[in-house]
């Protein structure tokens, strides 16, 4: 699906992290792998530490936590939400709703509209769009977006092949309405047929959790983890990004008069350094307009790597300029995508750190 | 492409001297034969020879000269 939003802008994020930081090097022992095969994995993929939830915090205390921050900053007001959207694969319950849990713990007015949209890498860019449609019957109210994700507590901690990329963040990201806004350009793609590319196999209705799908295996690849955990197939997954990705933004910016050179930065979903490398020679994008680094730094959060890359290196820009931005997430789904838009004169663009 | 700069081209992705692999050995006796092996052979196809290769085609070869076939 292609779309051209306009009059719309991103007026702050906020990235909320867990306190404890991990360290791929002391997490070695874990994994039934000789440690010169596991190095090598932290030298190709980038990997060094991660932000891990604490097991007694929940998606929606996060959330709850950065909205709570930004009412006490007076970086929003309650009477100026006209949204709540809340996008992830880590509810609290199925019922009720993250959003209503969100709604309910901040205190918000009974005329915001609250919405939960389960996404995984993707989740930015859907989170995105469904606020720029929302904002056409919103006037001056604004849309307050969470991406919020705590899958570390579905991966088995025995799975070299799923563990160490892991990353809990949650952003908050204000979008509204803006007079002076320029043309936004998104497209989004799925191929169902490679949906179980990335699998949580039991906990839903299809294969209800119990004591046999918490039982831990040792599967082909030699790590040990659970139906219950989430797993996927890294080598099909970066396969599928090579051969979709670049052609997808190639062809979006020919059939919308996109110059490739004048885009500041490629603010890109983080699944580790070695695909956004690959990524960046097959677009001919220098290292330097293509972030990398929240991988070692946070783990891949997820649908929320592309606001933790922005918080991460421009925070300080993005309060002061403007800049021409090609944002792209790939990932479950399958589903691939991309906006490109001008980001920048925020508000706000930070980070804090909670003990959650 | 020489069947020496083909091996060589594996032996990097293995993380493997030059000269180690020979067609005829079992990829399974590798400790190198990974994980992290399987998506940069991915990646080297894709910018040496312009081919996809699926995870599964991977998992299939058993030899290195399995590797080599995928380079014709």
């Known amino acids: 699906m292609d779309a051209v939003f306009r009059n719309k802008r991103i007026s702050g994020i906020l990235a909320v992290l867990p306190e404890t930081e991990s360290y791929f090097d002391d997490e070695i022992g874990n994994y039934d792998f000789p440690e010169k095969q596991t190095k090598r994995l932290k030298k190709v993929m980038g990997f060094n530490k991660h932000r891990l939830a604490k097991d007694s915090s929940t998606a929606s205390d996060f959330c709850v936590e950065g909205l709570n921050y930004l009412l006490n900053n007076g970086k929003v007001r309650r009477e100026e939400i006209g949204a709540v959207i809340v996008v992830g694969l880590s509810p609290d319950y199925f019922l009720p709703q993250m959003s209503n849990i969100i709604h309910g713990k901040c205190d918000l007015p009974q005329d915001v509209l609250c919405i939960d949209m389960p996404q995984g890498c993707c989740g930015f860019l859907l989170g995105l769009m469904e606020s720029f449609m929302l904002l056409d019957y919103m006037k001056d109210k604004k849309v307050v977006l969470f991406n919020s994700d705590i899958l570390s507590h579905k991966v088995s901690k025995h799975d070299r092949n799923d563990f160490p990329l892991v990353g809990d963040v949650t952003t908050v990201t204000i979008v509204e309405n803006d007079p002076e806004g320029e043309e936004i350009i998104f497209r989004l793609m799925a191929d169902g047929a490679n949906r179980d590319c990335l699998k949580i196999p039991a906990g839903g209705f299809a294969m209800p959790s119990s004591a046999e799908t918490a039982e831990m295996v040792a599967a082909d690849d030699g790590n040990k983890r659970c139906l219950d955990n989430l797993h996927m197939n890294g080598a099909e997954v970066f396969n599928f990004v090579q051969r979709e990705v670049p052609p997808m933004l190639e062809d979006l910016f020919k059939s919308y008069g996109v110059e490739q050179e004048k885009i500041d930065y490629y603010l890109f979903h983080q699944p580790n350094k070695f695909m956004l490398q690959k990524l960046a020679d097959k677009l001919n994008v220098p290292y330097e307009k293509l972030f990398m680094n929240v991988v070692e730094n946070y783990g891949n959060p997820s649908g929320a790597s592309i606001p933790t890359v922005i918080t991460h290196n421009l925070k300080q820009e993005m309060t002061e300029k403007t800049y021409y931005c090609c944002l792209s997430a790939f990932g479950s789904g399958l589903t691939w995508g991309a906006i490109v838009m001008q980001l920048g004169k925020m508000d706000f663009c930070k980070e804090i750190e909670t003990k959650l | ?72």
């Open chain 2, 1 to 72: 492409m020489s069947e020496k700069e083909k091996l060589g081209l594996i032996e990097e992705c293995m993380d493997l001297d030059e000269g180690t692999l020979k067609p005829e050995d079992n990829l399974a006796d590798y400790e190198e034969w990974d994980s992290v092996t399987a998506l940069s052979i991915i990646a080297m196809m894709d910018e040496q020879f312009h081919k996809s290769v699926s995870g599964g085609t991977l998992k299939d070869a058993k030899t290195v000269a399995d590797i080599l076939a995928m380079m014709e």
